[in-house]
């Protein structure tokens, strides 16, 4: 069974055509890495999976309905959006901001049950900051924010989780350490994973597949294939030769891509 | 003073009115509102003007005037060419505008004017007061059911709205809101202050402590802390009532600079 699935899709801002031409299929479970240039779409994709950007050709369906339809149950698709910082004064506790993503799992008369704070601390266990609850959410690391947001996008009906650069501005340690947690949590919550990142090299680690976009569609498939495919080499355009140098030392030193 | 009972109803006005800017004020703080509730409070000179030129409760006039300006804001606010700052800019000069040119084509309203322009909290009936009273539960309540909603928004809007939160109706709700709360603010410390009172209590509260609950229970009561020292001291040095409230306010804010300078 596919939890997304994008037929010829065409996406439009601003009467400029950003995304043409896309088709692809995640099955569920699956960890699909989305690579591509600065300004190739990427980001466009993701809003149109979570219904915020309009498509004005093709067909989009996320967990069997159109984007944007899942009513009650938005929460089913987890969003992690980029972000490098969160604002150093915002008034709110880690928990209040966990909080946050589960204001529409309450229904209608939204009253905080001790329910509601016992998913929000096992949402904070499943991502190793339950001892961080009370801190407000301006005063944690780099590492440990992204957790918070992870631990906002998971509630207890999360399906696919969609993530935006989750790791921009981390060291390499942080990074690994997220990408772990994320692989982690993606078997034991049984989770579909759409991540996005300009980063090749960290992605190509992690994802059961890639697709590499640059406005169309370029290559989909497992990383070996697509990262020593001919059709990278055509969507980072000249990008490309530093590219192949890297990943070919990332090889040596990681021994399996 | 206490046993005057115009002195007893401008307290309570007082009070009321500062508690439900002080909550207000919460989002207009966080949520960078600042110039909107001026824009606002501006543009109630226009409605002002009708009603009185009309013969209608100028209060009223006032109210739906400035939702339909706030409305106007929102909507026009969301063309990307123009930037917020400059569309407010646009409209609350207009409404202005409008009130000076409708005023000036007839004499002695000048009078009346200058009771909506710098409040008259003294002379508030006791009608009026319950109105007033009446009208801030309401909107208080509104704001605490939707609460979580505005903190999710200021959060990160692009997420709200991906988990299917109704972010549109739910910022047009808060303009809404302001704009009726501004206008019975008006009648405390008038247009040309109410602002203050907007922002000048939550962001006091937000130099103090960064848990919302907190910084919105010191917004309050440094709203309505500021309400009763300034009528007693518009009322000990015979000065003007809503001049002196908002200088109460501002000197809490001004020691709270002090005492909470930055690490």
């Known amino acids: ?36 240039p600065n300004g190739a779409g990427k980001t466009t994709l993701l809003r149109v999976m979570l219904g915020l950007a ?7 369906e996320v ?96 399906r696919l989780l969609v993530l935006d650069e989750p790791t921009v501005g981390l060291d390499l340690p942080s990074e690994l350490e997220f990408y772990n947690l994320l692989r982690r949590l993606q078997h034991e919550l049984d989770l579909t994973v759409i991540c996005v990142s300009h980063d090749l090299l960290a992605l190509a680690g992690q994802a059961s597949e890639l697709i590499c976009i640059n406005r169309v569609m370029h290559v989909h498939g497992d990383p070996q294939h697509v990262v020593h495919s001919h059709a990278l080499r055509e969507a980072y355009s000249c990008e490309f030769d530093f590219l192949a140098g890297e990943i070919a030392h990332h090889d040596r030193a990681g021994g399996s891509v | 003073m206490l046993e005057y009972v115009f002195f007893q109803r401008a307290l309570v006005a007082a009070v009321v009115v500062g508690l439900l800017c002080g909550l207000l004020g919460f989002f207009v703080v966080l949520r960078r509102l600042a110039f909107v509730g001026v824009g606002i409070s501006h543009s109630a000179v226009g409605g002002v003007a009708i009603g009185l030129l009309a013969g209608w409760n100028p209060a009223a006039t006032a109210a739906v005037f400035a939702v339909l300006v706030a409305l106007g804001m929102f909507w026009v606010g969301r063309d990307r060419r123009l930037g917020e700052d400059a569309v407010i800019g646009v409209f609350f000069s207009a409404a202005m505008a409008l009130g000076l040119v409708l005023l000036s084509t007839r004499h002695g309203f000048q009078q009346d004017l200058f009771a909506y322009l710098f409040g008259s909290v003294l002379a508030i009936s006791g009608a009026e007061l319950a109105g007033l009273c009446v009208l801030s539960l309401v909107l208080g309540a509104i704001v605490v059911a939707v609460f979580r909603e505005l903190l999710f928004i200021a959060f990160d809007e692009e997420v709200a709205r991906a988990y299917g939160r109704p972010v549109d109706a739910i910022n047009a709700l808060l303009l809404v809101i302001l704009a009726i709360a501004v206008v019975a603010g008006i009648r405390v410390v008038g247009v040309l202050l109410i602002e203050a009172l907007l922002v000048v209590p939550a962001a006091t509260a937000a130099l103090w402590t960064l848990d919302f609950r907190r910084q919105v229970a010191i917004s309050m009561g440094l709203g309505a802390g500021s309400g009763v020292l300034g009528l007693v001291a518009s009322y000990s040095f015979n000065i003007t009532a809503g001049g002196s409230i908002v200088m109460v306010a501002v000197t809490f804010f001004s020691l709270s600079l002090l005492l909470r300078r930055r690490a």
Do not use: N
């Open chain 1, 63 to 158: 967990l069997g309905r159109a984007p944007g339809r899942h009513g009650a149950d938005a929460h089913v698709i987890g969003y992690v959006p980029q972000r490098e910082t969160v604002a150093r004064t915002f008034p709110a506790s880690v928990a209040d901001v966990v909080m946050m993503g589960r204001l529409c799992c309450m229904g209608r008369i939204r009253i905080l049950r001790r329910h509601d704070w016992d998913e929000v601390h096992r949402g904070l266990e499943l991502v190793g900051i339950e001892h961080l609850a009370a801190r407000p959410i301006g005063r944690l690391s780099g590492g440990e924010a992204r957790r918070a947001l992870l631990a906002q996008a998971l509630c207890s009906g999360t």
């Open chain 1, 54 to 60: 309009p498509i004005v050709g093709g067909s989009v």
């Open chain 1, 1 to 36: 069974m596919d939890a997304v699935t994008f037929e010829k899709v065409r996406v439009e801002l601003d009467r400029r055509t950003v995304l043409d031409d896309i088709s692809f299929r995640v099955r569920q479970g699956a960890f699909l890495g989305v690579i591509g």
